[in-house]
């Protein structure tokens, strides 16, 4: 039996250090996943209404369907701004859209947007990783990763993002959640 705990410890510890050497990979997965069906979504309503409706009222259109998508337990939510740097969507901080980001910068100096506008410029889209505090956390800074991708009738960059110590507790509780439910042997 003390074998069999020990084997069972052991598979446990394991699983665990699998999961947290996952943590970047999954989050780079959901931003992804997330901001291509951000763009499915933009790219039906663009199609739908092209030629019946002005760029601005289907850019509105999509802006208002993007605005309220929530997921990760509320916290994750869409971003875009177009390729000079202008807010077309903070689906958090509505009173940022129409602003200039290009001064923006992460907690330790990063140039986010910038950065992100050079990487759907060259690439079309891809991940961006910097620094950036949490609403009520102010004085504590959390690594961010995030993908963007350019909307090209547009002109607008869509972007979502993590914060990879949210994901991280994340597992952590499904961890705890599969380690509450072993049993083995009669108990």
Known sequence: ??????????RAAESIRYQIRQTDNRTRKTVRDRVDEAHRVATHIYQVNQGVTSEAEIGMMIREALRELRFNDGR?????FDLNGIARLHADQPDFEGR?????KGATGEDVVGDMLDLV????????????????????????IAYVRLFEPLGW????????DDVRADIQQEVLHRIAGLRFGRD
């Open 1 to 10: 039996q003390q074998e069999m705990l020990r084997q069972e410890v052991n």
């Open 76 to 80: 994750g939510y869409y971003f875009s």
């Open 100 to 104: 200039d980001m290009l001064a923006v």
């Open 121 to 144: 410029r060259k690439h079309g889209q891809g991940y961006s990783s910097y620094t950036w505090s949490k609403p009520g956390e102010e004085q504590h800074i959390f690594r961010k």
């Open 157 to 164: 960059v869509i972007d979502t993002g993590d914060y990879v």
